[in-house]
């Protein structure tokens, strides 16, 4: 194997491990996100004020 060769299969896997690193990243990130994953039963009461 030429230099060439050898250098573009470190490039080749060095990329593809920090693009596996961002996608797992990005995935875990996401997580919850959106608030609850659950839907309520019933709806919130509305609060009162006391005076």
Same mark, same amino acid.
């Given at each position: 194997?030429?230099?060439?060769?050898?250098?573009?299969?470190?490039?080749?896997?060095?990329?593809?491990?920090?693009? @596996? +690193?961002?996608? #797992? *990243?990005? @995935? +875990?990130?996401? #997580? *919850?996100?959106?608030?609850?994953?659950?839907?309520?039963?019933?709806?919130?009461?509305?609060?009162?004020?006391?005076?």
């Amino acid at each position: 194997m030429s230099r060439a060769n050898i250098s573009r299969m470190k490039m080749r896997s060095i990329s593809i491990y920090i693009v @596996s +690193l961002l996608l #797992c *990243g990005l @995935s +875990l990130a996401a #997580c *919850g996100s959106k608030g609850d994953l659950y839907l309520p039963e019933k709806p919130a009461a509305p609060q009162r004020t006391s005076n």
